[in-house]
C-alpha cells in the first residue's frame, strides 16, 4: 500500500463521481440497507476500482455507494473486508486511506458486535469510546509511507470526542439510547469461548467484533476523524447460557436496521 496506489483508486473515482464525498460511512454486518437510502445514488463495485479489494462476506455487497444522505455528500461502504477473510490488516484499510484521498473529512464507522457488558441487551446500540486491538494485528506494519502519515500515530483520541457529542446529540433527537463503550477488535471467525470473553471484561471490553480496529488505525494515521457506532446482534459467548450463530447476528441487525438507519442519518446531518 503506498500513496501512489491511493492517489490511482482516488482518481479513479474522481473521474467517475459527479460530486465528491465529504462523509464516508462503512456498513457492519446487516446494516448495508442504509445505502439504499442514498439519493442519486452512483455504486461502484469494489472489483473496478484500481487496488481496491473485493469482499467476499455473506451479506457484504461489496460496493462503494456515493451521493446524498440527509443533504450530506457521502460514500457508503456498503461491505468492508474482514481478516478472517484472509485479507492482510493493510488490505482492509486501504479504502480508509482513498476516501481521505478523495475529500473526506469524517469517518462513521458501524459493526455488529457482540455484548460483553451484562448491562448491555440484544439490539442495543454502543458508541465505540475506546477499543483494545486483541488480533495481534496492525495495517501500519512495515515501511511506512510519510505521505500517508507518521510513523507513529497518537490513538488518544482515535473516536474523536466531537463526533462522539455528535452521536450522542442525534441519538436524543431519535429517542434511542446510544450506550458507550469499549470495543474489543479480534481476528474470528470462530466467535470466542465464554473463557474468552470473561477475559476480555476483565480487560475492560464491553462489546467484542470482528473489525473495525485495523479502519481506525488507518484513519488514526492520516488524520481523518472517526465516530463508530456498533450494533449489539448478541450477548457474547458465555454470558447467556445459549449458543452463538451468525443467523442470530444477521436476524437481529436486520429487526434493529430501522432504528439503526435512523440514527445514521441523524448523526450525517450532524456532521
Ligand atoms: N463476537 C465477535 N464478533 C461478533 C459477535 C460476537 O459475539 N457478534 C457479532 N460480531
Known amino acids: 500500500m503506498t500513496h501512489v496506489q491511493v492517489a490511482e483508486s482516488a482518481a479513479y473515482l474522481r473521474a467517475r463521481l459527479p460530486v465528491l464525498p465529504e462523509i464516508a460511512i462503512v456498513l457492519g454486518s446487516g446494516l448495508g440497507p442504509l445505502a439504499g437510502q442514498v439519493q442519486d445514488a452512483v455504486s461502484i463495485a469494489y472489483a473496478e476500482i484500481p487496488h481496491f479489494r473485493m469482499s467476499t462476506a455473506p451479506d457484504h455487497a461489496g460496493r462503494l455507494v456515493c451521493g446524498t444522505l440527509a443533504g450530506r455528500r457521502v460514500a457508503c461502504m456498503q461491505g468492508r473486508l474482514h481478516g478472517y477473510e484472509g485479507y492482510a490488516p493493510d488490505e482492509i484499510a486501504y479504502p480508509v486511506y482513498v476516501l481521505r484521498a478523495l475529500g473526506v473529512q469524517a469517518l462513521v464507522l458501524t ?16 458508541l465505540i469510546e475506546d477499543h483494545i486491538n486483541l488480533t495481534g494485528k496492525s495495517p501500519l ?32 433527537l431519535c429517542g434511542l439510547t446510544l450506550r458507550t463503550g469499549v470495543y474489543c477488535g479480534v481476528n474470528g471467525p470462530q466467535f ?25 488505525i488507518a484513519a488514526a494515521h492520516c488524520g481523518l476523524p472517526a465516530v463508530a457506532v456498533a450494533m449489539i446482534t448478541n450477548m457474547a459467548a458465555g454470558v447467556l447460557m445459549q449458543p452463538l450463530s451468525g443467523a442470530e447476528v444477521n436476524e437481529i441487525a436486520a429487526r434493529r436496521g430501522v432504528d439503526f438507519r435512523r440514527l445514521m442519518t441523524a448523526l450525517v446531518e450532524k456532521l
Open 111 to 126: 459493526n455488529a458486535s457482540g455484548g460483553i457488558n451484562t448491562g448491555f441487551a440484544v439490539g442495543d446500540f454502543m
Open 141 to 172: 506494519t512495515g515501511a511506512n509511507d510519510a505521505q500517508l502519515g507518521t510513523r507513529f500515530p497518537d490513538m488518544t483520541f482515535a473516536y474523536a470526542p466531537a463526533l462522539r457529542d455528535k452521536a450522542q446529540a442525534a441519538a436524543q
Open 192 to 216: 470466542e469461548t465464554p473463557a474468552e470473553i470473561r477475559a476480555f471484561r476483565a480487560l475492560g471490553a464491553d462489546a467484542v467484533g470482528m473489525s473495525t480496529v485495523f479502519e481506525v
